[in-house]
DNA sequence: GTCTATATTTAGATAGAC
DNA sequence: GTCTATCTAAATATAGAC
């Protein structure tokens, strides 16, 4: 068809392998999903899947890589917040809105795997999550400058466990079932300072 | 060798394949472990591990189905507690103190995501979470009723959050790190009645 | 660029000797 | 009971036509 390189045709087959990869690894897994079932989502045979993306590795990372630009705007979006903890809670709710798709518990869980063994792909993760942990652990720190935070935590370390308890939140979600009532009086609890009478 | 089948040689013997199970599962995942990596990290034939565990998925669960019974000794022995709170902390941290096992992290992995592909293992896991969520919802009503929680929360629903939150601690567990102080934290905080000053 | 057809590799599982 | 040897199936990746 197209001789030349139309990069918006190209866009457009990428999102469409993408897509059906994201629907045939979150029910099958990594392994368990073949390139071929892939490609039978996307209405394409085998050999272009590994035209357009080279290898099945090189497929699953691309599915991620769209989280670093994402992560970095939710952090940026946040980043002059004047109340600490309430810019803290609307980070972690925005990322567990995510899991509404139903599709996300099962590809989180094949990520958290796959990051293990995968280097590239570590490297993808690292990126988006070292993201998040900076802009969360900056809250923190002006939230245990103001004292809306208790003092007697380390930032880094909170920001971790909090990152944490968006990812428990995520594998346990159940369809139906919104998590975020629960994660917003976990968070709101653990922050705060017990000077007011508190456990 | 013996020709009679002896209980306790057998026993010796699943157990030692099975220890070296938990070290390739874990490392390779379910899929990427082949029963020739676990043959050899038991020192014996492929053909033996087969001999004993059928086929590769019976294998895996087996890892698992120890986990019954000591979910039930534990929430047995928190039965009587005089103390709700104190005994839904003690049980959470005791859930959670296997998670200092380097492979632990990786291994919850690998059992959340069979789950959803291995009917009989789905069952073991259910089993021993429910058990556990039994325990714990026992015991939040017991807390409820005291006055001890907070009367706004709903006890089964209360219960599942709780073991979502060890999920998270055994997922943030690295090497020389104990998840124990910010566990209990979260815990406490989420329990207590807000009538002393709350958040 | 997209396909059909296939080469290659690997791993689960079994047969049968000892 | 445990081994060696092997069968079989499946899936990644490529070659080459169109």
Redesign the interface.
Known sequence: MARTADPDRVARMRDRIMSGAADVFAM?????ASVADVARAAEVSPATVFYYFGDKATLFRSLFEQDIPKAEALVARYADADDAVRAIVDVVESLAKDATDPRAP?LL??L??RT??DPELLDVVRRSASVIHEGLTTLIERGLESGQIDASLDAR??A??L???V???Y??ARPGHC?AP?LR??V???L?PEN????
Do not use: C, H, K, M
């Open positions: 099958r897994g990594f392994e368990g099962a869980i094949e958290l795997r293990g063994r370390e909170t971790s466990w990152q944490s308890v990812d428990a939140a594998l346990n998590p629960a009086r976990t709101l609890r653990y705060a007011r009478g508190g456990p």
